[in-house]
């Protein structure tokens, strides 16, 4: 396939990479769209089933967060970093390429299975009172994962013809897409201060939202992925940032709606 990887669309067998056009710009909007409007609605109807049931709107830290940031720092972390860190984790493997699952493997191990499990390897090897050496800690075990998988995976993965595809089956790879997209949901379990009987309904915005995103990085890009994130949370934090000195109650339940969808 001579026009690289975001180029290349499989087309039934196990090696036929086939070069096809993929329109960008013009199903970027429209991606973004459905993205945003599955997220806010599915976060409309959880919340007022759950409430109907008697349970109510959960704690949300990253909306606590937000709410008392600044807002450099916030619009920093929710519109650039968050969403870039995420797609590496929880999208970049999709390809099933060596180096592109070292890197996503190693992202993840590092940054988001410690807070998923509660326990931190850094602070268990230096200590809990030496954050920075902690630190130093994950991201060299992050680093040893990439490096070593990557290079294992390199040699042990049987590749297709010139583009370093692996001869993958295609039920492993929906399996792969699927498996990623469910952990990507779990992971914002840690976005709430608490568990609650109710709690894993809040996280289908992010499994719905999973999904778009994992169509558009298996058809068309991961750039255009790590663009709709980023634009989705934008958005809620704008909104966020708009009605944060608001103090009716209408104002604080679509400020919860919104990083409901976050």
Do not use: K
């Not at 999709?94 to 931190?120: E, K, Y």
């Amino acid at each position: 396939c001579g026009r690289g990887p975001s180029a290349c669309r499989r087309q039934g067998g196990r090696a036929a990479y086939l070069a096809t056009p993929r329109p960008a710009a013009g199903w970027f909007l429209a991606l973004w769209g459905l993205s945003l409007s599955v997220s806010y609605a599915a976060s409309l109807l959880v919340t007022m089933l759950v409430v109907a049931a008697g349970g109510e709107q959960p704690a949300n830290a990253v909306g606590d967060l937000v709410e008392n940031g600044s807002v450099l720092g916030v619009l920093l972390a929710a519109v650039v970093l968050a969403p870039l860190l995420e797609e590496v984790a929880f999208r970049l493997p999709m390809s099933l390429r060596p180096w592109h699952v070292a890197i996503g493997t190693g992202a993840f191990a590092s940054l988001f299975l410690p807070g998923m499990l509660g326990v931190s390897p850094g602070q268990w090897v230096v200590g809990p009172d030496n954050q920075a050496a902690a630190s130093l800690v994950e991201l060299g075990f992050g680093v040893v994962v990439v490096v070593g998988l990557g290079l294992a995976l390199s040699h042990l993965t049987p590749l297709g013809r010139g583009e370093g595809s692996p001869l993958i089956s295609p039920r492993v790879r929906f399996g792969v897409v699927a498996a990623l997209t469910a952990v990507f949901a779990g992971a914002h379990l840690g976005n709430f201060s608490e568990f609650t009987w109710f709690l894993p309904a809040f996280i289908i915005p992010q499994a719905l939202v999973g999904m778009v995103l994992a169509y558009v990085r298996v058809t068309r890009s991961w750039w255009m992925g790590v663009g709709i994130h980023g634009l989705n949370n934008g958005v809620a934090v704008g909104f966020a940032l708009s009605t944060r000195a608001a103090t009716s109650d209408t104002a604080q339940t679509l400020f919860g709606l919104g990083f409901l969808a976050m």
